[in-house]
């Protein structure tokens, strides 16, 4: 790894860390804080889309007190290989494939941080996803289908933004920095 | 307070590692057990680690904060939404097995919570960046870790520019969903790029300074790694270690 | 004098661009001298810094043509924005501008001793312990100096380091230059501020478009700045005045 994707790394944990500035100057109800991991599995790799996104969750949890999401490291490098493997197959290429692949990497990511939610924190982590999950189950469904329906919403909305925006990024690039990403060749 | 705070305890004079250490074990602990009573067993102990650093009153605040929304939810969800049996309490029916499991998953949060803070609250980050390079531990880590919360403050200032200077061009922030959703690229976009076209000078800057260099860096006031401090290291590995072998051996429940 | 760079021919094309950045250059750097670069933006002024100090291609890609011989690889350079030039893990002005010599892996009382030394040269020991991130941009701007000083460098490069500096602070900067060169070290420095590159360049080059097209004393290629355009619509004779102090010195005698 070298100095160079050293500063990108660290470019990438620092916007997944200000980014919810955005989103909260916006009122979304999102947190797009995987939008720099992403950003890095496109322009570096896999490996250090990995690193991006274990420092990003560890600093995180230092920045915000909220020690609880450390355990969901574990989904940070489920998003960081989806997002290269997206990378290698072009879909940032074209926001009608982006968009989709966000969609999907919602779902993937929900999956993945849903049975770590249910089982070490019973289902509850903190914040609005919670409460979606506290609604679904006073309807009447069962717990695990109540945090796996929450987990997916939010996390629909949030991964195609966090996909369309580095997208929309990626086009916007100068052709000379382009050319230094050597990733986005292939 | 969320943070570093100064001070002269047992835990600001060890050295870095311990602290972190001992937090770690908190953790690993807290999901060792199912029992409420050993759960909150370990919360205590947070709680006695925290006041070993002088910091109990400092760190029960943003903890409680923390913490709260997460209890009430917990309460709810599995208090009053949880299966047979039920307790009465006045008017309201909750649910035992339900009120066991909101006890274990809040001991839970609440121990990791105090802690990490703690932690937070007695490792100053020079002396950890100083006791990382007296370990050997690789230049990359180190400037991940510390680095980027230096270069926090300035992105977030120009996060403030970038909305203003979007404003004055016609951009509003405000509106329908699908509006607000359309002005998160003219702000995302430029941030980072900007922040991109800095990236060739930074990493200039770095491997003029030796950051490329392949040898070991030099510390300049490592802190002193006490027989005391190995001691309690190596006490949390082996409570840990203790722990989920007698979880896993069917005698924990 | 020693010849610390030496560029035959050297012709440079940056990754993906079409036009060459530089064309057919062949100069000579000797150690103990302040030599300054001008041209307009596009001109190469930068890109022959990069090539000069070997920078480029190691660092930003491209291809290089022609011969260049760097007879040291102990190369400083300096950017004309300090914030993005600091390492970001030093919470002192004293640890960042050790960082350098740190990481050579050189002993705690040599690196030290190198660091406190710089800290004085640049006027800036009196910051020592202050954090790097409450200076103004022209205190920051010597301590970024002193970081790259304090690894003695042979050969100092400069883009344009006063750009982001008052008068006194450019002024300050500037006046450092040829005790640094008087020191043994061959200071590279391009700039569009001619008046003070004036004042302390032995020997300026001029390029255009990515030619090398004038080189000299700086009495000779420097002869468009403010200063000098006025003496020679006053029909002063030659050389010129360059600077203020210089046309004072000549209207009084």
């Known amino acids: ?186 | 307070m969320i943070g570093y705070l100064p001070g002269r305890s047992s835990l600001h004079r060890a050295h870095p590692y311990t602290p972190l250490a001992v937090a770690a074990g908190l953790l690993f602990l807290a999901f060792a057990f199912r029992s409420p009573a050993a759960v909150w067993a370990v919360v205590v102990a947070a709680a006695a680690f925290a006041a070993a650093g002088g910091v109990l009153g400092a760190v029960l605040r943003p903890a409680a904060m923390l913490a709260l929304p997460t209890w009430i939810l917990l309460t709810v969800l599995h208090g009053l939404l949880g299966g047979p049996p039920h307790l009465a309490l006045g008017p309201l029916a909750l649910s035992a097995p339900g009120v066991e499991r909101a006890l274990v998953f809040g001991g839970r949060i609440a121990a990791i919570l105090f802690a990490f803070l703690t932690a937070l609250a007695t490792v100053a980050p020079p002396r950890l960046v100083e006791a990382m390079t007296a370990r050997g531990v690789p230049f990359g880590r180190i400037y991940l870790l510390v680095s980027t919360l230096t270069v926090v403050p300035r992105m977030r200032a120009r996060v403030r520019q970038i909305i203003d200077a979007q404003q004055c061009r016609g951009l509003r922030i405000g509106g329908s969903p699908l509006a607000r959703v359309r002005a998160l690229g003219p702000l995302v976009v430029p941030l980072v790029l900007s922040a991109l076209a800095e990236v060739d000078e930074q990493a200039l800057a770095l491997d003029v300074r030796g950051g490329s260099a392949a040898g070991r860096r030099t510390a300049l006031a490592p802190p002193a790694d006490h027989a005391g401090d190995r001691l309690v290291r190596w006490t949390v590995l082996v409570g840990v270690v203790a722990a989920y072998a007698w979880k896993f051996a069917g005698a924990g429940r | 004098m020693t010849a610390l760079v030496t560029l035959e021919r050297v012709g440079f094309r940056y990754p993906g661009s079409a036009r060459p950045a530089l064309r057919d250059v062949s100069v000579t750097i000797d150690a103990g001298t302040v030599t300054g670069v001008t041209g307009l933006v596009g001109s190469g002024a930068s890109t022959l810094l990069l090539v000069a100090g070997g920078f480029a291609p190691r660092l930003t890609g491209g291809a290089l043509t022609g011969t260049r011989h760097l007879a040291t690889e102990r190369v400083g350079i300096v950017f004309a924005t300090p914030w993005t030039q600091l390492t970001g893990l030093a919470s002192t002005v004293l640890g960042e501008v050790a960082f350098g010599p740190a990481s050579l892996g050189r002993p705690r009382e040599a690196v030290l001793a190198a660091a406190e030394r710089a800290l004085r040269d640049l006027g800036v020991a009196h910051l020592a312990e202050r954090d790097p991130a409450t200076l103004s941009g022209g205190e920051l701007q010597r301590v970024v100096v002193a970081s790259v000083l304090a690894m003695a460098p042979d050969l100092l490069v400069l883009d344009d380091p006063a750009a982001e500096l008052d008068p006194a602070g450019a002024d300050g900067l500037y006046a450092l230059l040829p005790s640094v060169a008087a020191r043994g070290a061959a200071v590279l420095v391009a700039t569009p501020d001619t008046e003070r590159l004036a004042r302390v360049a032995d020997r300026v080059l001029a390029l255009e478009d990515g030619r090398l097209v004038r080189a000299g004393p700086a009495t000779a290629v420097l002869d468009d700045t403010d200063v000098a355009r006025i003496a020679r619509a006053a029909g002063c004779p030659a050389p010129l005045p360059l600077d203020v102090a210089a046309a004072l010195g000549r209207i009084a005698r």
């Open chain 1, 1 to 186: 790894m070298t100095l160079r994707d050293l500063v990108v790394i660290r470019l990438g944990v620092a916007v997944n860390l200000v980014i919810g500035q955005v989103a909260a100057a916006l009122l979304l109800p999102v947190f797009l804080d995987t939008i720099g991991t992403v950003l890095v599995a496109a322009l570096v790799g896999p490996r250090a889309a990995i690193v991006a996104g274990l420092t990003s969750q560890v600093l995180n949890a230092v920045l915000s007190g909220n020690f609880t999401w450390l355990p969901f490291g574990l989904v940070q490098i489920v998003i960081a290989l989806y997002a290269a493997l997206a990378a290698r197959l072009g879909a940032f290429r074209r926001l009608s494939t982006a968009i989709p692949a966000g969609l999907l990497l919602g779902l993937v990511a929900a999956s993945a941080s849903a049975p770590i939610s249910y089982f070490l924190f019973g289902g509850v982590t903190a914040g609005g996803v919670t409460a979606v999950t506290t609604v679904i189950r006073a309807l009447g469904a069962p717990l695990p289908v109540a945090v796996a329906a929450a987990s997916y919403s939010t996390d629909l909305l949030d991964k195609s933004l966090v996909f369309a925006l580095v997208a929309v990024v990626l086009r916007s690039l100068p052709h000379q920095m382009a050319v230094r990403f050597p990733m986005l060749a292939r």
